[in-house]
C-alpha cells in the first residue's frame, strides 16, 4: 500500500506542482521537533539496563540498522547494543514554510545508536572511533541532505488523508503526521524505492547514558523523590500510577532542580483510567504547548503514546527535558538556518517499586523450587504485575547480587516463560 501511495505522489508530482515562490520577507521556516526518552529506574533510583522490545509499531517500510551477520546494507550494531539504559522513541522533526526550500539536516545522537529512520538519509551511519568503545561515548550520524520542503499548497498534501486512512489502529508511527507542517521530499538518487514522501523526519534510537532525572520511592512507597542530574532543572514533571483500571495522577509543583524534591505518592485519589486520563493528557498538552509545540503537534504526540503513558499499568514520572539537555545529546543542523527551531523532549521513567521487586523475588523463588503447578502459580503471578516490555529490567533488579546460580537461571526462565505466555495472551486477544 505504502509503495502505491509513493507511485500516486511521484505522478501528481509530474502533472505540475506549481514552481516555487520568490522568497518573502514574512515567510519564516520553522522547525519543530519532539521525541521521548523512557528510562527503567529502580527504587534507590537506580537507573536499569534493559533490553526494549523490536520496533513492532512501526510500519514495514520504516528503515532499520541491522545485526552484524546481515547481509542488508544498512548501518551496522551488534546484538549485545540491543541492552540499553535509555530507549530514544520517535523523534520526529516537522518544517513549516510557505514556500518550497531545499536544506540539508542532520541529528548526531551522542552516546547511543540510531536504530529506526525514515525516510532514507543520505548518510546514516556510527561515528564512533575506537578510543570510543564504552558505550556512552558512542555518536550516530543520520543526515538527509537535498531535503525538498513542498510548498504548502503543494498537491501531494491532498493525498494525506488518504495515507491516514490506510494507517492500522494503534500505530505509533502515522499519528504523528497530524499536523499542519509541510510535505517533505525525498530524492530517488536517495534510496532505491524512488521519491519519499512524508510529513516529518522520524528517527529512533537506544542510548548509554544517564537520564537528567533520577527517580526513586521509600520503601512504604508514600513518598517519591525527584533529582536533577543536570545543572539545568526540570521545569515541569508529572507523577501517575495505573493499577487495575483506575489512575492517580498529579503535576508536580515547581521546577525540580538537583536538591532531591519530594512528591506524595497518594496525595491524589484514584480515579476512573478515562476521567483522569484525560485531565493527564490535557495537561500534558498544555506543558507541551506552553514548551513551544504548537496545538496539533502537542496533540499529537500525547495521542501518539496515550497508549503507554496514560494506560500501561505502573507508576511512571513524565517530565520535559531542558533545551540545554537536548541540544547536548542530540545536535540538530539544518541549513540554511532555519528562522526559529523549537525542540521539546519529554523523559519518562518507569519505576520500579520496592512492593513490585518483592514479589517478584517471591515468585521467582517459587519458581525455583516449586512442582509443575508452582511454577505455573508463578507465571500467572508475574503475568498479574502486568509489567508488559519492563519485565526483564524489573526481574534483574530484584535477583540483584544473588549468589546462587539456580535463582538466577529461575528467574530468567520465569521472564521467558512469561513472556511467552503473554504472546500467547495478545494473539488470542488478536483472533478475538
Do not use: C
Not at 505504502?2 to 520553522?30: E, Y
Not at 532525572?213 to 517519591?224: F, N, P, R
Not at 506524595?264 to 498538552?285: C, K, N, Y
Request: a neutral charge.
Amino acid at each position: 500500500m505504502h509503495t502505491r501511495l509513493l507511485q500516486a505522489f511521484a505522478a501528481v508530482a509530474l502533472l505540475g506542482a506549481s514552481p516555487a515562490s520568490s522568497a518573502a520577507s514574512d515567510d519564516p521556516l520553522v522547525v519543530h521537533e519532539w521525541g521521548t526518552f523512557t528510562t527503567v529506574q529502580a527504587a534507590d533510583g537506580e537507573q536499569l539496563w534493559w533490553t526494549p522490545p523490536a520496533s513492532l509499531d512501526l510500519p514495514d517500510f520504516v528503515y532499520r540498522s541491522r545485526m552484524s551477520g546481515n547481509t542488508s546494507s544498512q548501518p551496522v550494531f551488534h546484538p549485545k547494543d540491543l541492552r540499553a539504559l535509555v530507549r530514544m522513541e520517535t523523534p520526529v522533526i516537522y518544517f513549516y514554510s510557505r514556500r518550497e526550500r531545499v536544506v540539508d539536516v542532520s541529528v548526531l545522537f551522542r552516546g547511543g545508536i540510531v536504530t529506526e529512520w525514515y525516510p532514507q538519509g543520505t548518510r546514516v551511519e556510527s561515528q564512533s572511533t575506537p578510543q570510543m568503545a564504552a558505550p556512552h561515548t558512542r555518536q550516530f550520524l543520520v543526515e538527509w541532505r537535498g531535503l525538498t520542503i513542498l510548498p504548502r499548497a503543494t498537491r501531494e498534501m491532498t493525498l494525506d488523508k488518504l495515507i491516514r486512512s490506510t494507517a492500522g489502529e494503534g500505530d505509533h508511527y502515522y499519528i504523528a503526521r497530524e499536523t499542519d507542517a509541510n510535505f517533505l521530499r525525498v530524492a530517488s538518487a536517495v534510496t532505491h524505492r524512488g521519491a519519499e514522501y512524508e510529513r516529518d523526519l522520524f528517527y529512533r534510537g537506544l542510548g548509554y547514558f544517564q537520564a537528567p532525572l533520577a527517580v526513586g520511592v521509600d520503601s512504604d512507597e508514600q513518598l517519591v523523590s525527584l533529582n536533577a542530574r543536570e545543572a539545568e532543572p526540570i521545569q515541569a514533571a508529572f507523577l501517575l500510577t495505573i493499577r487495575d483500571g483506575m489512575m492517580r495522577y498529579q503535576q508536580v509543583a515547581g521546577a525540580v532542580a538537583n536538591a532531591a524534591s519530594t512528591v506524595e505518592i497518594d496525595a491524589q485519589p484514584f480515579g476512573t483510567l478515562q476521567s483522569v486520563r484525560q485531565l493527564a493528557m490535557r495537561d500534558m498538552s498544555r506543558a507541551l504547548i506552553d514548551a513551544g509545540l504548537y496545538e496539533k503537534e502537542a496533540r499529537a504526540m500525547v495521542n501518539t503514546w496515550q497508549d503507554q503513558w496514560f494506560a500501561e499499568e505502573g507508576t511512571r514520572v513524565l517530565y520535559l527535558l531542558p533545551r540545554a539537555w537536548t541540544e547536548r545529546t542530540l545536535p540538530l543542523q539544518v541549513s540554511p538556518k532555519p528562522d526559529r527551531v523549537v525542540r521539546v523532549m519529554v523523559g519518562r521513567a518507569e519505576l520500579i517499586t520496592p512492593s513490585v521487586e518483592r514479589e517478584l523475588r517471591q515468585q521467582v523463588l517459587t519458581f525455583s523450587t516449586g512442582d509443575a503447578d508452582a511454577r505455573s502459580q508463578a507465571v500467572a503471578a508475574v503475568l498479574a504485575l502486568r509489567l508488559g516490555r519492563f519485565l526483564q529490567p524489573a526481574i534483574t533488579k530484584a535477583t540483584q547480587g544473588e549468589d546462587d546460580q539456580r535463582l538466577t537461571e529461575a528467574a530468567w526462565q520465569l521472564a521467558r516463560d512469561a513472556a511467552a505466555a503473554s504472546a500467547r495472551e495478545d494473539a488470542r486477544s488478536a483472533r478475538n
